[in-house]
């Protein structure tokens, strides 16, 4: 049986503060921070199953990634984040199975795309931010817990005749490891595809030397030396790391203002309006561009902080795309709109990119702060169309709006010409998850035009976006109407699961990353896998695990 | 307003003066309906004055307008049934909510493809029948024929005003497409089949006004029902003028079949092609091949694209009022389906239970049989007046059918299968052969454009035009 649609009980929110953590503690001493896994069992997102063995669900891990992000922007003086467990015995045992069992299919993939998300960004604050991340198994790590730890730069696994490494899944639950596990096996940990075969079939995992072997981990400590061996190991990687100039940023909430009115509700943020339309099974996302003509610079945009108009914008577009995956499911086609002046986000991505360019962390920070934003919205599955009206501001970071949507439609008009433009923002700073531009990818047949377009300084109106390939559509005043209402009314009749996989075939042309392989492959998969009787019939492994029964398959293969 | 694009030079009740986007469209559009015009229009007669029925408004004196004028300078104007207040959805899966004004955007593409394909038989036929009027039988029918020509013209200005109107970009784009379209030209040929099948003499011409304009009349009745409003009120003032595309196949062919019987009277033996008419056997051909052609141009008899038009209330069932159940969800259709093996030799039948969404081009067909077979009598009754033993027949469905479950298959006048061979050795026997082609060119070698004169081969008309004698001069040359 399945629970109601997530959306129908109270709304899930994003936001979350060290204080208010149930699941974690989190502690810092000088370069070295410490997460500490402590699932509080009687505090699941939703009632109807416990946190055993920390277990972790949607509510857990929404608290990791807020973790993740304040390390990055508040402490910049950490340099190592010891990821572990405050629970004896148990390092983490992964996504909560009765949760699983009773959560929607709809609800299932989006808390695996978060999930995998958080993974990312811990991943990228390895590489880009100067914070390693080191898994410090002190238990047993399975499924899900030990994709985390696969998250992390290291992993060390205490040698105790009790902890290990696993992947029960597929024998336990006829389903597959949700977080991108098996892609890091081969893919990040290069582990040898039979050995990965035999590991990811072994429901009671691998232990001691056996795991180093195998590199499933890096190193396998004696339980009595590994605390001192962890902080030797944590000291050695900081002392590696360069200094950051420059105090932290205390993230401040961005939460918005919400109301209904006529079935519609709306998120009034301070840059970005969410409307949902649900009865038109349809959402508008407006992101207004700077408001104030002063040019921030240098000292001045760092001092900004919480309120510098690209990292509030991005922040609150982010907390908006994930109301909208959550707790607006039918809502399948997102209007993307911006309102404001083109040349003012130009100037603000300038200004950012140069204080970037001087060395400034929490520039970079910033930067890469958008880029994970757009993935998201690359990776929602939503159709997107981007709707360019008169005082529109899709440039640079925000006409990235645009090219991240499965189509465009931009007002010609004469008169009073609706404009785009671009900056440095489209031509590297914000790569998609395959590593390449938007632009790049949207041109990939014909690889001179982005590097043309690099030249381009000047705005564009609609005929001249037209013809570089810029936009899609470009209907002049008397057919716009008509033209987007049926547009939107075409597409919001079509199939959601069908829409689904098109968009995810069309978004992402070019180079496989790690990155495309997790999300695509998780798509892939759990779309049918986790659909299957074999997993979630009424006799199948997900649904009868913790019964005395045992499952039954059905044993045809595709 | 440009000059050419007024609601003087194009009567209307669409607010054509108000209406920028119209406007602009039929800017671009109008100057080169009139290049096709002149280009694929009745070749040989742009100068002459014709005496034309041309519509200036929706009432009854208004539709009706007759007076002297040059074809290119016809009016052709944009009409459409005065509306039905709170007018409600009458059949499919959105019967009774109120009928759409505007294109629903989920059904934009199927009803796109429903205006287009009507639209595409309108400028089709009148290519077909370019040549005919170097071979007119008269002045009379000569002006019929140029009557019916700028009246499908002006079936193609009602589609593509929906096209205008309703549909944006594409609907500019399939406006002109449909200009651009051939009948018979392998590279860019018409839509349908049987609107590239050539019409080459007046036989063709009443059996083609008879048989395929009827189609045309029940493809008419049944987006008469549509829920989107404006097609439904297009295809409701349409109607009226096809039914007097199908007088003039009807009367044409009973004025053949009275002169035919006249001229057998004549004649010892009965033998009309000795007295220079065309015999019965070779009309019952026509009838043969244009009754065929025509059922093909329902569709296929079970086809998903019918239950899914009817299921989006965008094509109904001619008088959707006088059937009982209008979502027809739980009925079906039984049909002897037959089965070939691969030389297309028919094995065997199979009763199947069509669901009756998917029956809907063949529930029209069998409303269009029955109204085919009412026209047939009043022939045959002319050759009972005059004493003569022959009885035309429909002949079987089956028959001569290229599409659908017969299609591709053989069998004879009566449905009986057959062998691929003995049908092609029996084809003439059904169908014109190229003896009674070149026969019945060779009675029309020459045009009649004398005022009140018939040809040979043809009987006058009970009455002329609009209370005008026959000897009327119709066309003035
Ligand atoms: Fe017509
Ligand atoms: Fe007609």
Redesign the pocket.
Known sequence: MEHAAPSSQEPIRFEAHPSGYKHWVLTFDGPIARLAMDVNQEHPLRPGYELKLNSYDLGVDIELADAVERIRFEHPEVKVVLVTSAQPRIFCAGANIYMLGSSTHAFKVNFCKFTNETRNSLEEACSESGQHYVAALNGVSSGGGYELALACEKILLADDGNSAVSFPETPLLAVLPGTGGLTRLVDKRKVRRDLADVFSTLAEGIRGRRAQEWNLVDESIAKSKFDATVKERALTMAAATPDKVGAGLTLAPVTPKRSTEKGWLKSEYTHVTLTVKPNDRLAEIEVRGPSSAESLAGESLRAAGNDLWIFRAFRELNDALLDLRFNHETAGLVLLTTKGDPEKVRAADKALLDLEASGDWLAHEIRLYVKRTLKRLDLSARSMFAILTKGSCFAGSLFELALAADRSYMLDDEDEPVQIGLSGMNHGPLPMSNGLTRLQTRFLGRPAIPTELVGVTELMDAATAKERGLVTFTPDAMDWDDEVRLAIEERVSLSPDALTGMEANLRFAGPETMETKIFARLSAWQNWIFQRPNAVGEKGALTMYGRPERPELDWRRT | MTSVINSDKIPNNVDLSSDKKLQRALEAWQPRFIDWWKEMGPEGFQEDQVYLRTAISVDHDGWAHFDYVKMPDYRWGIFLTEPEPNRKIGFGDFYGEPAWQTVPGEFRNSLRRLIVTQGD??PA?VEQQRLLGQTCPSLYDLRNLFQ?NV??GR?LWAMVYLLHSYFGRDGREEAEALLERRSGNPDKPRILGAFNEPCQNWLSFFMF?YF??RD??YQLLALAESGFDPLARTTRF?LT??A???FVGETGVMRVVQRTAELMKKNRHEDARAEGGIDLPTIQKYINFWYSVSLDLFGGEISSNAANFFAASLKGRAKEDGYTDHRVIDGSYAMDVPVADKESNVTGWKKEDVPLRNAMNEVLRDEYVRDSQRGLEKWNRVLEEAGIQYQFRLPSRRFHRQNGIYGGLYFDVDGNPMSKEDWEKSRDGWLPSAADEAYVASLMTAPVYEAGKMAHWIAPPKQGIKGRPVEFEYVRR
């Open positions: 038989t309108e036929s019916v009246e499908e079936h006004t395929t304009d045309g009349k349409m003028e096809e007097h595309h199908m």
